[in-house]
């Protein structure tokens, strides 16, 4: 038998609680191309350590802002 929408997002990393779309001609080109969670994970991790403390930005002139 052919894979489910959830069989697909599995085998990509996604967690079972993660919603798709059943259809799979919007789901599936949606989990194919995505950047996987925990490649995901491992670029922010990568990224967080290459940006200065919080406490070096403001005397940078980067002030940190959260935004909606």
């Known amino acids: ?13 996604f967690p079972d609680w993660y919603c798709w779309d059943e259809d799979e001609k919007v789901s599936c080109p949606l989990i194919g191309n995505s950047v996987t969670p925990l490649m995901a ?4 991790r ?17 002030e940190p802002r959260l935004t909606n």
């Open 1 to 13: 038998r052919p894979l489910r929408v959830a069989e697909w997002a599995r085998l990509q990393g």
């Open 41 to 44: 994970e491992a670029i922010g």
């Open 46 to 62: 990568h990224v967080a350590k290459l940006l200065p403390p919080l406490e070096r930005m403001a005397d940078l002139g980067l």
